[in-house]
């Protein structure tokens, strides 16, 4: 990476958007209380382009298969040099269609930024020094049938490629249905005879159906989501738009379907996954991954498979800000995806790490525990373990019933009399209106202490020493404050991507030999290299809250420049004189 100068920045600093009597005054007013669709999403990315033009570019990586365009906002200070010449981080979310809050808090993390690039220091420093790339919606075309189409809180998670998931020579004949036209894709439950049905009436709530035992005979079906059987096969929603998962379609460690589910033909055959990917390994400068899903309230790393063990240094990264996370979101857990979740296969932040040697997390985004809290508010039988009866309580006491769409009569071609009922898409897996900002501003707080802890290196004066011969030592010690390794301990096991480098040049001196030290207390012991010593190659870079040092013996006399080159972190320079 190469180096850039660091302006003080001091012309661009517009009115402060800070606190002024407790309020904050935005020179761009969002709405942070809403979910919006792709094209909003798009006004919104232009929106903060018209304001900070020095600061926001686009690059469109790509089209999703209905063709909606993928662009990444490029969030940087042009004016203290090229994004391409700085460590950055990539922010997506949505790659689900509907886990939607991820976009959301892609997009607040750069305008929260911008807005306070004048009157924070630490936001005016990643702006000067860092870069973000942020493509909001990894699945635009789920999205947007997410929001326009009929469905359930957990229902268009899949992109819109067609596909037999049935397996009978049909695509996507058989989906969900809008029984009723409400827009919404609802549950069906059906009356039987007394003795005859699997589920019976909650005593206290007649929303909610509770497994029948001997006691307490059952009068009730489940008949799963409204549905009709389209194409006459017996069965119903057997083969709805889609029925794919684009992470799971990652190169690394991916799998064929009838192992992992959704997997496609082959690594990034989906034109999004694919364009992504492309981008990613053109910007070798990204340092850190963040990829937001819904939910849970968890912090994700990998690996996602037990076969798979990351080396004890980078975990030891992957701790601290894990670990950091937990007091930033409330609710959320810090996690090991195969150990703490589930079995992935094909995952996206596995590849950016295993892959690509970038830390990487996925956020899980909204946490049920916080309807309520910690534990319940209110007394009663139902303890807080109780899930349903703690959505419902919530619903009635805090959206005055807003979420849940009674029990209601329709007619159904093959179950006759059904009741349809159930809550609505927009509970359960995403935030309340009134609680979004809170997760989004949290959980880009999250990006911000990731991105602050990207490598920042500082050369320390050379030391000179003459030996016999009219030769000298020349050591440079190069001291990284920060968690993160310029290179990931996986990078440099696995040789990803271009080592780090230091050299040393001189108009009159030459270079005889280099190489690292390996013992702190006898600087005499170096891994000498054996060509072109006076260019070193650092497969394992400078580690996190430690220290590289580096020697050369040389002939000559004058000036010299010893700099150190990193695609992860910030290139230093340091000189020195030998004596004439």
Not at 125 to 142: E, H, M, V
Not at 290 to 305: A, C, E, T, V, W
Request: glycine share 10%.
């Amino acid at each position: 990476m190469r180096l850039f100068p660091v302006l003080c920045g001091l012309a661009l600093l517009a009115p402060a958007a800070a606190a002024q009597g407790g309020r904050m005054q935005p020179k761009v007013e969002i709405a942070w209380n809403r979910y919006y669709d792709h094209a909003e999403l798009l006004a919104i990315m232009d929106r903060l382009q018209a304001a900070w033009p020095e600061f926001v570019r686009f690059v469109d990586i790509g089209e999703s298969y209905e063709g909606r365009r993928m662009r990444v906002l490029v969030l940087a200070n042009q004016r203290t040099g090229e994004d391409t010449g700085k460590p950055a981080m990539w922010v997506d979310g949505n790659v689900h269609g509907n886990e939607v809050q991820g976009a959301e808090a892609a997009l607040y993390l750069a305008w929260w930024l911008l807005e306070h690039y004048a009157d924070n220091e630490r936001a005016r420093k990643l702006l000067d020094t860092r870069a973000f790339y942020i493509l909001p919606s990894q699945n635009p075309d789920g999205r947007d049938s997410w929001f326009h189409d009929p469905h359930d809180a957990h229902s268009s998670r899949t992109g819109r490629k067609p596909y037999d998931n049935d397996r009978d020579g049909l695509l996507d004949e058989d989906g969900p249905d809008d029984l009723d036209g409400d827009g919404e894709i609802l549950s069906m439950r059906k009356k039987v005879a007394p003795g005859t049905g699997d589920y019976r009436l909650h005593p206290d709530d007649a929303r909610i159906l509770i497994r029948a035992d001997r006691e307490h005979p059952g009068d009730y079906e489940l008949l799963g989501d409204e549905g009709l059987d389209n194409d006459g096969d017996g069965r119903v929603n057997e083969d709805g738009v889609g029925g794919y998962d684009m992470n799971r379609n990652w190169p690394s460690d991916w799998q064929p379907g009838h192992i992992q589910f959704g997997a496609g033909d082959y690594p990034l055959s989906f034109p999004e996954t694919r364009a992504i990917a492309a981008f990613l390994l053109a910007h070798p400068n990204v340092a850190a991954v963040q990829s937001f899903h819904n939910s849970g309230g968890m912090i994700l790393r990998g690996p996602g498979d037990q076969a798979f063990a990351y080396p004890g240094e980078d975990a030891a990264v992957y701790d601290a800000i894990g670990q950091e996370g937990e007091l930033i979101l409330p609710f959320y857990r810090y996690m090991i995806i195969w150990r703490d979740l589930y079995t992935v296969h094909g995952g996206f932040v596995n590849w950016t790490y295993e892959g690509l040697g970038i830390f990487s997390f996925t956020n899980e985004l909204w946490a049920s525990p916080q309807y309520y809290g910690g534990g319940r508010e209110r007394p009663g039988p139902s303890d807080y373990s109780d899930g349903q009866q703690n959505e419902f309580d919530f619903n009635d006491s805090v959206l005055l019933g807003q979420a849940f769409v009674d029990w209601h009569p329709a007619r159904h071609p093959l179950y006759g009399e059904v009741e349809i009922g159930g809550f609505k898409r927009e509970h359960g897996r995403v935030a309340p209106s009134f609680m979004i900002e809170e997760m989004l501003h949290r959980n880009a707080m999250f990006c911000v202490r990731h991105a602050e802890e990207i490598a920042e290196l500082e050369a320390l004066a050379p030391k000179v020493e003459p030996l016999e011969g009219g030769l000298h030592r020349v050591t440079v010690t190069l001291v990284n404050d920060k968690t993160m390794p310029t290179r990931s301990a996986m990078a440099g096991r696995e040789h990803i991507g271009t080592p780090d480098s230091v050299s040393l040049e001189g108009p009159d001196l030459t270079v005889l030999a280099g190489g690292v030290q390996t013992d702190r207390w006898r600087p005499e012991r170096l891994d000498w290299q054996e060509r072109d010593p006076a260019r070193l190659r650092l497969e394992r870079g400078v580690p996190g809250h430690g220290s590289a040092t580096v020697a050369w013996i040389v002939r000559g006399r004058g000036d010299f420049t010893v700099q150190y080159v990193a695609d992860k972190a910030d290139d230093v320079r340091v000189t020195g004189t030998l004596p004439r």
